[in-house]
């Protein structure tokens, strides 16, 4: 799969919207673009993923670049509650191939601030 | 669903005593995972299991280690002997298959295990 990187950390003002960018400029043709994020002592929980095209569902929306070498994970109106660590991950998703671990760079800590 | 269930959720022990711990998967699912979390690691695969036949345990650091899935609803992950180095937090994860949904896995709570 493959690597991401992403900015250590980040802060974000109560209200506003958080802009979480990810390079991932060796991805191939069949891998996905997948967003974890991990509130303090709880376990990660799954976000948005994507192919190619923009996705948005009820907690964010996933911006993926023409070229598919980066995105950014977009959490419109940010609350103290989305304080976390942020994870992007790269995998393929071929049903031959069967379900793959997810694999975990350092993702990025966003600090919602009132 | 209550989601994934691991059990404890605190386990303190010491070195040398061995520790299980235990997980419920999602009802349904076919995967199931273990990872481990530290602050110098990160989170990191140690096993994971397919229709509870173990597919990779290159993750497992040491004969130590030891993951059993004896049935579609429960699995353990054992450690003996237990040293310091230990010390993480244990999460488990399950899934269905990718040609179903999504391909998202769904975590547990996580069982933070010290050893002194």
Not at chain 1, 25 to 51: A, C, D, F, K, M
Not at chain 2, 100 to 107: A, D, E, G, L, M
Request: aromatic share 10%; net charge neutral.
């Amino acid at each position: 799969d493959a690597k991401t990187t992403q900015p250590p950390s980040m802060d974000c003002a109560e209200g506003r919207a958080a802009n979480l960018p990810c390079n991932h400029s060796t991805i191939s043709g069949n891998e996905y673009v997948y967003w974890y994020r991990q509130i303090h002592s709880q376990g990660p929980q799954y976000i948005i993923h994507g192919l190619k095209n923009n996705e948005t569902n009820e907690m964010a929306s996933l911006i993926i670049t023409e070229d598919r070498k980066s995105s950014t994970l977009i959490l419109p109106h940010a609350t103290l509650r989305d304080t976390a660590v942020y994870y992007c991950i790269v995998r393929s998703k071929t049903p031959f191939r069967g379900n793959t671990p997810l694999v975990f760079g350092k993702g990025t800590r966003l600090s919602v601030i009132a | 669903d209550a989601g994934v269930i691991q059990s404890p959720r605190h386990e303190v022990t010491e070195m040398g005593q061995e520790v299980t711990l235990r997980c419920k998967p999602i009802s349904g699912h076919d995967y199931l995972f273990w990872y481990r979390q530290t602050m110098m690691r990160g989170l990191e695969l140690l096993i994971y299991f397919n229709n509870n036949v173990p597919i990779d345990d290159s993750g497992m650091p040491e004969d130590r280690f030891s993951a059993k899935m004896p049935n579609a609803s429960f699995s353990t992950l054992k450690i003996q002997p237990s040293e310091p180095r230990d010390s993480a937090v244990y999460f488990c994860a399950s899934s269905l298959a990718p040609d179903r949904v999504k391909n998202i896995q769904y975590f547990g709570a996580g069982t933070r295990l010290s050893v002194l």
